[in-house]
């Protein structure tokens, strides 16, 4: 170690004592059961109308900012902050929220957490002026457990700071290349960074000693299913009992917990699969007694159905499906990219209308509103983490951090999401590669290539330890590496033959499609599918011979690479990038800082394309 770097470390390291000694750092865990209200767990909402003030000096924390913001704006949370202030747009440093409630006094005695669903990038939470903790890590939630910092019978002030700087340490990563090449903001990914509380911030409760994790892990033998429920709990108590419940069946078994876990393997009769005809779902409720008393429930809705894969399928319940559909964005104007319950029912509307069966959660974790949707209406989903445009080169300090980021966000979207039927496979990453990003050196010779696939290599071994009941893969890049294939269940490629390369030339784009297909397959003999393939079109643009840009020549693109698919019985996929335009940083490929390779126009208005895969996908079985 020279001394740059161990002078680096230990500052790193004297930062690091410093600020574990204020604020904690979020334990994963804390997430796995989305809060709920019952009688016996309380849960309030805190979207509203915040205040808000920017702190482009970073000022703020020894100013003292926590006590509360002077000289404040208004700002709606959940929201972005990108899409509120126009004064605001390109803005990524320090921002701070504040807001302040009640909290109910019939949640004495319990235990009482915020959860932040999601603060993009990195936040720190004071309550009533005290430090309480920090995450960092975009699209996925955080919780604290805030019971000592509560004023009882008078309002609690909360108070988050928030930044999200682009930087090469962070995944997704941004400020990479410098140059001209350089988007704006320098993000390496194409969809607007925007910032801030995206999701809702709430207040839940739940009794001392509760179940705090439960996870279920289906399967079927013939007529029976099987569901292998793995509970743990915090606080004392032993005894507890599961109850499934749904379509006429009602069984319940004792558990008790052996250091405050239990496992209980609860067999259905007469099953009633999972399926995308009929989506069915069971009601699985665990509840913790003491003696004859109940001491806490937690229900949730799951359904008994497999994943699986041959040679040339996805298979569900043991028979092949065909996913049809989408990449999508959390994504639309004003929003930003702000939870909105409208726009996810609009949006499954319009995939039901061209008759999609499925999406990927591109390039991240979504809201949650859209898995349990998509439990219920059948719908299959590709879970993503916000591993896009990963690249292993570079800094070695700024790479283990983002191996780190990688790790967190598999544990957390594996908590976080783990007992959703929909969810048929994990995605690692979108387009990782073994080459540096732009502008970033030259590409690795075979021994350092190697070394790389072996990191990237870690990240299926995690994913797939904690689960073994789903598929998983990750997203190749046109021109990327061929051998890491090797780790997936599925060939998942996204490409745009045609357009980014031989653009005009659709023939050729499909021909060089239809051969790289055939290899991949003789290589691996594994299912495949595009998880992306799309041209841009301008809405309203025509042309009799179509030429790019114009709907005509987004349709064309379309048909042509799904007759491509047609001929080959191991593709098993085609998601269509994307269901609708989207924002994204500037640069001189993004005509006016959209990307328009929707079928739908950002505001949701179908273009040529999403009319023809209506008349190709909705007369087809799910
Ligand atoms: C793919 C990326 C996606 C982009 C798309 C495009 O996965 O995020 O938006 O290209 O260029 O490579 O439209």
Redesign the pocket.
């Known amino acids: 170690m020279n001394l740059k770097s161990t002078f680096l470390v230990l500052s790193l390291l004297i930062g690091m004592k410093m600020f574990a000694s204020d604020f904690k750092i979020a334990d994963p865990k804390d997430i796995a059961l989305r809060p709920i209200q019952n009688s016996f767990r309380n849960l309030l909402d805190l979207s509203g109308v915040w205040k808000f003030k920017k702190d482009s000096a970073n000022i703020g924390e020894q100013e003292h900012w926590f006590e509360g913001l002077s000289d404040y704006r208004s700002i709606a949370v959940p929201g972005s902050w990108n899409e509120q202030f126009s004064d605001m747009r390109d803005y990524m440093d320090w921002v701070w929220y504040e807001t302040e409630t009640y909290v109910p006094s019939s949640w004495k005695g319990q235990n009482i957490f915020i959860r932040v669903n999601d603060a993009t990038y990195a936040a720190k939470i004071w309550i009533n002026g005290k430090p309480v903790g920090y995450h960092e890590g975009c699209h996925l939630p955080f919780a604290f457990d805030i019971s000592p910092f509560i004023n009882w019978n008078e309002s609690n002030r909360i108070v988050i700071q928030v930044e999200n700087q682009l930087s090469p340490d962070r995944v997704p990563t941004g400020n990479v290349s410098g140059g001209s090449f350089r988007s704006f903001p320098a993000t390496n990914?194409?969809?607007f960074p925007y910032s801030g509380l995206n999701r809702s911030v709430v207040l839940y409760s739940v009794p001392k000693n509760h179940t705090k994790d439960i996870t279920i892990k289906p399967s079927f033998k013939g007529n029976v299913g099987e569901l292998d429920i793995h509970i743990e709990s915090e606080g004392q108590e032993r005894d507890g009992k599961v109850l499934v419940t749904g379509n006429g069946k009602k069984i319940e078994i004792p558990i008790s917990l052996t250091k405050n876990k239990a496992v209980a393997k609860v067999l259905i009769p007469d099953v009633r699969l999972w399926s995308l005809d009929d989506p069915f779902l069971y009601t699985v409720t665990v509840s913790l007694l003491d003696g004859e008393e109940t001491k806490d429930v937690y229900s949730l809705k799951t359904g008994i159905r497999t994943v699986g894969v041959d040679e040339n399928h996805i298979l569900l319940n043991g028979k092949p499906v065909f996913l049809r559909g989408f990449?999508r964005h959390e994504d639309f104007p004003v929003l930003g990219r702000s939870s909105c319950n409208s726009l996810i029912i609009k949006d499954f509307e319009l995939m039901k209308w061209t008759g999609a069966n499925s999406f990927r959660t591109?390039?991240y974790p979504y809201d949650e509103e859209n898995y349990d949707l998509a439990d219920r209406e059948g719908f299959l989903i590709i879970g993503e983490t916000p591993g896009?445009?990963l690249y292993f080169t570079g800094d070695s300090i700024a790479l283990e951090k983002r191996q780190d980021a990688m790790k967190r966000y598999l544990e957390e979207m594996y908590l976080r999401d783990k007992n959703h039927p929909s969810i048929i496979m994990w995605c690692v990453a979108?387009?990782p590669n073994d080459n540096p990003a732009v502008g970033q050196g030259t590409s690795p010779g075979r021994e350092d290539k190697e070394k790389i696939y072996r990191k990237f290599e870690e990240l299926f071994t995690q994913i797939r330890e904690l689960d073994s009941t789903r598929l998983v893969m990750y997203?190749g890049?046109?021109m990327g590496p061929i051998n890491w294939f090797n780790l997936t269940d599925v060939i998942a490629i996204?490409r745009?033959w045609g357009?980014?390369t031989t653009g005009g030339d659709i023939a050729t784009g499909a021909r060089t499609l239809s051969h790289e297909l055939d290899r991949l397959h003789r290589k691996f003999n594994k299912p495949c599918m595009l998880?992306?393939f799309?041209a841009?079109a301008m809405s309203g643009f025509h042309a009799v011979n179509s030429e790019m840009y114009t709907e005509e020549y987004q349709k064309e693109f379309i048909k042509a690479y799904l007759d491509v698919a047609d001929t080959k019985d191991f593709v098993t996929g085609m998601h269509v990038?994307?269901l609708a335009d989207?924002k994204?940083p500037q640069w001189m490929?993004r005509f006016g800082g959209y990307?328009m390779?929707g079928v739908f126009t950002r505001d949701r208005k179908p273009k040529m394309a999403a009319h023809y895969l209506r008349e190709r996908w909705a007369q087809q079985e799910k």
């Open positions: 990914y194409d969809f990449g591109t390039h896009v445009g979108n387009e997203v890049v046109m996204n745009y357009w980014y998880t992306e799309g841009d990038w994307n989207f994204t490929l990307n390779k």
